[in-house]
């Protein structure tokens, strides 16, 4: 089976979901951005895992990895369990190997790419030109659709904030064309926006799956159109 296959599963799931269509493969989501605008906070948040402004002990000299946590998003209108993966950097940006591990392993096969910076910084948006740039090279085939993040909106914008104008003009240097899916503003603190970008992922994977179960039924379809018509050709009567 292809890696991008989303085939059709009915999974044991308990509760009233139990009967819901699911993908069988996961949907990958990566996290990309700046040490510190939140990446790991809006995760957490996302895993309904609440809210801490206690920062990680610095781990010098510990080897880092990335963590990749489960989600699963459920659409009961059109009954259907979305399975996430997703992929946190898990602070390594502050480490010199960041750009040698990240970009590949973080990114790569990705279905999604979140670009997240901080309202209050300006450092970490511009930082993300610099991401940008691998996304066609690190994104999967056809490539990741990328979602900007402007995350902490709960605080008020300083001199070195991000004005609104300049994420507009941000998106129109980035040369993303259709793979770019949509802009939210969060904060992970009160939790505003979050719902509304799990959404977007589970409606935007919704109709890749559907998509893939269409192409998949006419395929079958074509097939059974064949054997019929190969039966036909090799059969014959007597007279």
């Known amino acids: 089976m292809a890696e991008n296959q989303d085939a059709v599963e ?13 993908p069988i493969r996961s ?17 957490r948040r996302i895993l309904k895992e609440g809210f801490s402004d206690i920062k990680p002990p610095s781990s010098v000299g510990i080897v880092r990895r ?31 190997l960041y750009d040698e591990i990240v970009p590949y392993s973080c990114h790569r096969g990705s279905h999604f790419i ?3 910076y901080s309202a209050v910084d300006e450092e970490s948006f511009y930082e993300l030109l610099r991401i940008a740039e691998d996304l066609e090279r690190y ?8 979602i900007l993040v402007r995350n902490k909106i709960d605080l008020p914008i300083g001199e070195d904030g991000v004005l609104e104008e300049k994420e507009k003009e941000f998106l129109r240097r980035m040369n993303l064309k259709e793979n770019f899916l949509a802009n939210f503003w969060t904060s992970a603190k009160t939790n505003e926006g979050v719902k509304d970008l799990l959404r977007e992922l ?3 994977s919704l109709k890749m799956f559907e998509s893939r179960r269409e192409s998949e039924d006419h395929n079958v379809r074509l ?17």
């Open 66 to 96: 990335i963590d990749t946590r489960k989600h699963e998003e459920i659409l009961h209108e059109h009954e259907t369990v979305i399975p996430f993966v997703f992929w946190d950097t898990a602070d390594m940006e502050r480490y010199d």
């Open 139 to 146: 994104g999967r085939v056809p490539p990741a659709k990328v």
């Open 202 to 204: 589970g409606k935007h």
């Open 114 to 116: 979140l670009l997240v």
């Open 27 to 43: 949907y990958k989501v990566s996290f990309a951005g700046m040490y510190g605008v939140g990446k790991t906070s809006l995760l």
């Open 10 to 22: 009915l999974q044991t799931i308990k509760g009233p979901v139990a009967h819901y269509k699911r």
């Open 223 to 239: 097939d059974i159109d064949a054997n019929k018509q190969e039966n036909q050709g090799f059969s014959c009567s007597l007279g």
